[in-house]
């Protein structure tokens, strides 16, 4: 598979045909390097689309339109091969349409597109979904990078933490936030995965205090952070969310399905600055 290049003064990004994942995005003026390099005994992804499903169904099938269909955990776009449609220093644009292979666990045709815009030190991705059926398309989306913890190899996983833009409140599982800025890194939770509903906060950062990885996450309505006692940290802005419970539902009534009309378009996006 072929990769692709975006770069400028401050910092300079490789995106990768395979699943349209950012293989890399470095500070150009510290060289460091804050993408996780999807090591297989952590866990081999690095950032993929959560399409057509976010996390599992209960049961691990949808039961779609009466009839049901298998697809792996997050979907299929993660195990799939984008086409570059549009490339240059500044800006790249990936697309996945549907195939006889994603038709087999998800009976919809669809477009999709990934524009990754390179600014100064930040990178905007924006997703754009047509629905290229006659009848209504309804969906499951998220998204899931993981950035190196520590991000300066001269530190530790200990020295980080994660800084909300406002003061959060929740509870989830064995965390407890009330009314704080900073969320301590907790091994043990991060590796249950820890899922915030409706977040006070526009973004999110990993960071030493020194150096960081903001992640913004507006109009998402859940936010998650993952790590299995590996050396990285997901800041995860979601649409959609896994099964917390048994659900005996249909995938078109389930929590966190979106739908799109006939030939309609839909768009969402967030940034990733690194500094």
């Known amino acids: 598979m072929s990769s692709f290049v975006l770069k400028n003064e401050k910092a300079c990004a490789v995106i990768d045909e395979h699943a349209s994942e950012i293989h890399s995005f470095r500070n150009l003026e510290t060289g460091l390097e804050y993408m996780w390099q999807g090591d297989p005994a952590f866990w081999s992804g690095r950032n993929p689309t ?10 691990k099938i949808l039961h779609i339109g009466g009839k049901e269909y298998v697809t792996g955990n997050h979907g299929f776009t993660r195990r799939s091969d984008f086409t570059c449609v549009e490339h240059d220093d500044a800006h ?5 349409k549907d195939s006889e292979a994603t038709l087999k666990e998800y009976p919809f045709r669809f477009t999709l597109r990934i524009l990754y815009e390179l600014q100064e030190n930040k990178l ?9 059926n006659d009848v209504v398309m309804p ?3 998220g998204l899931h990078p ?12 200990e020295d980080y933490h994660i800084e909300f833009s406002n003061p959060e409140t929740f509870e989830w599982l064995d965390t ?41 996450n507006v109009g998402y309505k859940w936010l998650a952070y993952w790590s299995p006692n590996a050396p ?30 006939a030939g309609r378009t839909w768009t969402t996006a967030y940034s990733i600055r690194i500094w």
């Open 176 to 216: 407890k936030i009330d009314g704080e800025k900073v969320m301590k890194l907790d091994p043990e939770a991060l590796a249950k995965t820890i899922i915030i509903t409706e977040p006070a906060s526009s973004e999110s950062s990993l960071t030493d205090g020194e150096h960081g990885v903001t992640v913004s």
């Open 232 to 261: 990285f940290v997901c800041i995860e802005p979601w649409h959609s969310h896994t099964d917390f419970d048994k659900v005996e539902v249909p995938f078109e009534e389930r929590e966190g399905t979106l739908f799109l009309d």
């Open 124 to 132: 905007v991705i924006t997703y754009t979904i047509k629905n290229e």
């Open 92 to 96: 790249l644009i990936m697309e996945l």
């Open 146 to 157: 993981a950035f190196n913890c520590p991000l300066d190899p001269a530190k530790k996983y």
């Open 139 to 141: 969906f499951n989306f």
């Open 50 to 59: 959560l399409f057509p499903m976010v996390g599992s169904t209960w049961d």
